[in-house]
């Protein structure tokens, strides 16, 4: 039983990561109705940006966590404004898949030379501290993550609901043409949209970055994993992409401890061809389903 409860504990924990993943995906998602395939670059990038301020600069990762942020907020919004919106004016939607897809490929193999294809982590002073709770030995480095996700997760969604901009986001994402007959510049709110989803993707990476080994080649496992929790838990919803990362993270846990690690890609891509068949918007639904 202790066994049990310790791998649902690390579960919860685990899915606290992908839903701070998961939730820059969803909002890109929801609200330009487009499938970012660079998203897991911004999560890579994130965990190298945080290597190299530890490693190199002497920054504790949560100390740099902030400007990180405002990095991929710029580099995502500047990618979405000279490059995806042209690629999408002169093309079609599918447009955008290609373009993510090419900049994917192309960050990737420029963090494979700077950084080598080798296996890297951040293990700062206080990366093996154990707390003690009865039976259960909870990861320090893995509760606090958790709780900067949620923190993170919350003020997004306040973010969304209450500030000026978040309002406008959601205007433009129910109806593109309503809130431009209104004054909305609307490729100025796409581009600030993918830099909050491109900002939340690298602090993912920061946070895994002391959590995991990580490569240049894993941003795809990172994007499927966003697409997998934002299918659970709706698109659109940082509530969602929090529900949909733990119950993720719980089964991911439960695979590797009574299946064995090798089956857990499967068991997350079989619970993903199960929702999309029973309920295809998600546990939550689409928080934008109206204007589809």
């Known amino acids: 039983m202790s066994t049990f409860i310790q791998t649902v504990v690390n579960g919860v924990l685990f899915g606290g990561i992908l839903s701070i993943a998961a939730v820059g995906f969803s909002l890109i998602f929801g609200v330009m109705n ?6 897991g670059v911004f999560v890579i990038g994130g965990a190298y940006a945080a290597l190299v301020a530890w490693s190199t600069l002497g920054i504790d990762p949560l100390l740099a966590l902030p400007v990180i942020m405002a990095l991929g907020y710029v580099l995502g919004s500047q990618f979405q404004r000279h490059v995806m919106q042209p ?13 993510t897809f090419g900049f994917a490929l192309v960050v990737v193999n420029l963090l ?10 951040i293990s700062p002073s206080y990366a093996f501290v154990n707390l003690r709770l009865g039976d259960l030995s909870i990861d320090a480095v893995r ?5 900067i996700g949620l923190v993170m997760i919350a003020a997004l969604s306040l973010f969304m609901r209450r500030s000026r901009l ?30 909050v989803g491109s900002a939340f993707g690298a602090a ?13 080649a894993e941003e795809t496992l990172w994007t499927v994993y966003a697409f997998i929790v934002v ?40 619970i993903l061809l199960l929702m999309l068949l029973v309920r295809p918007h998600g546990i939550l639904g689409s928080a934008f389903r109206a204007s589809r």
């Open 34 to 39: 487009v499938i970012n395939l660079a998203h």
């Open 87 to 99: 690629a999408v004016r002169r093309g079609n939607p599918v447009a955008a898949l290609l373009v």
């Open 112 to 121: 494979t030379v700077w950084f080598s294809s080798a296996v890297r982590n």
């Open 143 to 147: 509760l606090v993550c958790f709780g």
């Open 166 to 195: 978040g309002r406008v986001i959601r205007a433009t994402a129910q109806s593109e043409l309503g809130a431009r007959l209104c004054g909305v510049d609307s490729k100025g709110v796409y581009a600030a949209t993918f830099g």
């Open 204 to 216: 993912s990476g920061v946070l895994i970055g002391m959590m995991l080994p990580f490569t240049p």
């Open 231 to 270: 299918t659970l838990g709706g698109v659109g919803s940082p509530a969602g992409a929090m529900l949909g990362g733990v119950l993720m993270g719980v089964a991911a846990t439960l695979t590797q401890t009574y299946l064995g690690a090798v089956y857990t890609n499967m068991v997350m891509f079989l």
